[in-house]
């Protein structure tokens, strides 16, 4: 049973403090999402990688927020310093690159900043 | 500037009734369709689609239409079970835009009563 794996599922730290998100990718997939979910806004595209190459990540705040994908079944997102906006769930999701394909997401990752 | 608006944030329907769950778009260039269901703790998963192509694309209990000339579509769930209790996102990509990555709505919360 092919799914997107996301470590860790629930993480609270402390204002300033380094955050690293891992997700695993379905194997053979070769396009690589990471989504937001808040109250307010939804779901909001933060990146997208193809082929491991970064494609697009005007969603994400540049100044405190990076996107890797060290090597195809590995992709991080990280978050330094770390702010209490911040909080919330992190999707990573994965799929065959082109409009009209399905993306599969993960568990979503639980992120509380105090 | 939400481009895919579902303008219910909760909708209760009588368990064995038709559930009906709307969704608006703003972008004329959005090609494809997509409807996933989430329950709390746990990622979307994927439910149905739709290409522009088509008006109407049935799986089950479920039916997705769209109606391109309005720009809305809708997901049908007959008859509605007390496990479609969850929350809907729709989804929205264009395929001539290069971009891979679905602009999702913010959710409708559907609560199926006994």
């Known amino acids: 049973d092919a799914r997107v794996t996301q470590t860790p599922r629930h993480k609270v730290t402390e204002m300033g403090q380094e955050v690293t998100m891992r997700c695993q990718p379905i194997l053979g997939h070769n396009t690589v999402f990471w989504y937001r979910q808040t109250m307010m806004q939804g779901l909001e595209l933060l990146a997208y990688?193809?082929?491991?190459?970064?494609?697009?990540d005007s969603g994400m705040p540049k100044d405190r927020f990076s996107a890797e994908m060290p090597d195809a079944t590995l992709a991080t997102l990280k978050i330094q310093p770390s702010e209490p906006r911040d909080s919330a769930v992190y999707f990573c999701a994965s799929g065959w690159g082109g409009s009209g394909n399905t993306i599969y997401f993960g568990e979503g990752s639980w992120l509380t900043v105090v | 500037d939400q481009q895919v608006k579902q303008n219910s944030p909760s909708l209760s329907v009588q368990e064995g009734r038709i559930s009906i769950l709307n969704c608006d778009y703003t972008?004329?260039?959005?090609?494809?369709f997509l409807w996933y269901k989430k329950y709390p703790a746990e990622g979307p998963t994927f439910l149905i689609s739709?290409?522009?192509?088509?008006d109407k694309n049935e799986d089950g209990r479920f039916t997705v239409f769209l109606n391109k000339s309005a720009k809305h579509l809708s997901l049908h769930i007959v008859p509605s079970q007390p496990g479609d209790s969850a929350v809907y996102f729709c989804?929205?990509?264009?395929?001539?835009?290069?971009?891979?990555?679905?602009?999702f709505g913010k959710g409708t919360h559907l609560i199926i009563q006994p």
């Open positions: 989804a929205a990509s264009d395929s001539g835009g290069g971009a891979d990555g679905l602009t």
């Open positions: 972008n004329s260039m959005f090609d494809y």
């Open positions: 990688f193809r082929n491991r190459a970064p494609l697009d």
């Open positions: 739709i290409s522009s192509i088509k």
